[in-house]
């Protein structure tokens, strides 16, 4: 009796271990166009790279990524990857991430610049979750903005 009541603490306290684990850090590191659907097609492809840090002192073992996309409050893009890999203990990994761009949020999107005060910068809002293999998915969010070129 004993032994089976110091297991169940110890599945506890590992359960509660993984459990534990602080979200990673994320930050758009890139993006980059991808061989798009063919000729009158209604979605870009997009690859977005992004930095996750990693504040914990354990490695975060993935297997699996999902990302939303969403600019003027309005979902843009949307993909996911089945990709593994680690990001280590207070360390740092980048990932990438193929999306996929509905060209009528595009068109959705580029009426909501028409109409906004300032045409120079847009905020944009990624949030999803990396797969830890132990700890289960590790929800994300980040914002930032882009500082449109102009010429």
């Not at 699996?64 to 990857?81: H, P, R, T, W």
């Not at 990709?83 to 060209?103: C, D, K, N, R």
């Not at 910068?121 to 293999?133: A, C, F, M, Q, S």
Request: hydrophobic letters at 40%.
């Amino acid at each position: 009796m004993l032994r089976f009541f110091a297991s169940l603490v110890a599945i506890a306290v590992g359960l509660v271990g993984c459990a534990s684990l602080e979200p990673p850090h994320v930050t758009l590191a890139g993006v980059d166009t991808m061989e798009g659907q063919g000729q009158g097609s209604l979605e870009q492809r997009m690859q977005l790279s992004l930095r996750f840090q990693n504040p914990n002192d354990k490695p975060i073992v993935y297997n699996g990524i999902y990302v939303q996309v969403d600019l003027f409050n309005k979902s843009l893009a949307s993909g996911g990857s089945n990709v593994s890999g680690t990001v280590p203990a207070f360390g740092e990994s980048v990932i990438q991430v193929p999306v996929t761009i509905s060209l009528l949020d595009v068109v959705s999107g580029a009426l909501g610049l028409v109409s906004s005060k300032s045409l120079d910068k847009v905020n944009y809002e990624i949030r999803g979750k990396l797969n830890d293999t132990t700890a289960g998915p590790l929800r994300f969010k980040t914002t930032g903005e882009w500082k449109v070129p102009i010429s």
